[in-house]
């Protein structure tokens, strides 16, 4: 026997397969394809997301919308239940208000106070100054609630005389008195009296006596003693008080109560 001779037999390609099978390989003919990865998503994912997206913010505009909505229609009608703005139509309050003034009118004043001598006022006239008129609609009515709206018969005016209060015209100095104490007024437009017309009035209950700055120019109370009320105002008829003036910006300021007033709610005396 050759000693170089191997009697071993050959091994065939057949063999070969059974061993790489056994230890756990597969031929490369059997492996599975490894399956793509996708970086950034396919354009159906992509389109997907981006449209919801826009979903999103155009609900998020909607909820904006009706947010602003509701708060413009708040603060209106806020604005409309605590303050109004009027517009000056006439000389009769010269020279504190000027034609075309707006002035602001707090709607509240008298449902959280009194009424007070010299307090700038803004009333409906309609009942005392001119005759009653029906029932305003109820469109009227809401845009009155919400401040929208003058009303046609309002009159602005100056508070002169309180319930129970005797107004007459006039001391020897031609001055005004209430309850017999004279009254300064330096308000007055320059060169008017303080009237020309004689009067003597009690104010009746839950009523108020009224004036205007521009005495030779002003249809107040005193051009209407012969009507029910005898000129006097329902106090209940009072829109509120004017506390400024707000346009023109150059005209722009408060609407104090004058303190020669002082000495009417003082029996006479100078306020302190």
Not at 162 to 169: A, N, Q, S, T
Not at 251 to 260: F, K
């Amino acid at each position: 026997m050759d000693p170089d001779r191997d009697d071993r037999p050959a091994l065939q390609d057949a063999d070969v397969a059974p061993a790489l099978t056994a230890v756990g390989a597969r031929p490369s003919s059997h492996r599975r394809p490894a399956p793509a990865r996708r970086v950034g998503g396919g354009p159906e994912t992509t389109g997907g997301r981006a449209e919801l997206r826009a979903a999103r913010r155009r609900k998020l505009r909607r909820v904006q919308v009706v947010v602003v909505l509701g708060l413009l229609v708040m603060m209106t009608t806020v604005r409309g239940l605590l303050f109004q703005a009027f517009s000056i139509p006439s000389v009769s309050m010269e020279p504190t208000l000027e034609v075309g003034d707006r002035v602001l009118v707090n709607k509240l004043s008298y449902d959280l106070g009194e009424v007070q001598r010299g307090q700038v006022i803004v009333f409906d006239g309609a009942g005392s100054f001119v005759p009653a008129r029906g029932e305003p609609g109820w469109f009227s009515r809401v845009l009155g609630t919400m401040g929208l709206n003058a009303g046609e018969d309002d009159y602005v005016k100056r508070v002169i005389g309180l319930p129970g209060d005797r107004v007459v015209c006039c001391d020897p100095q031609g001055r005004l008195t209430v309850n017999g104490v004279s009254l300064d007024e330096p308000y007055l437009f320059p060169s008017d009296l303080p009237s020309r017309d004689r009067f003597d009035v009690l104010v009746p209950p839950a009523r108020v006596w009224v004036m205007g700055d521009h005495r030779s120019r002003s249809a107040d109370s005193r051009a209407h003693l012969a009507d029910p009320g005898g000129g006097t105002v329902p106090i209940d008829k009072i829109v509120g008080r004017a506390v400024a003036i707000v346009w023109p910006l150059g005209r722009a300021g408060w609407l104090p109560i004058p303190e020669s007033f002082e000495r009417l709610t003082n029996g006479g005396a100078p306020g302190e």
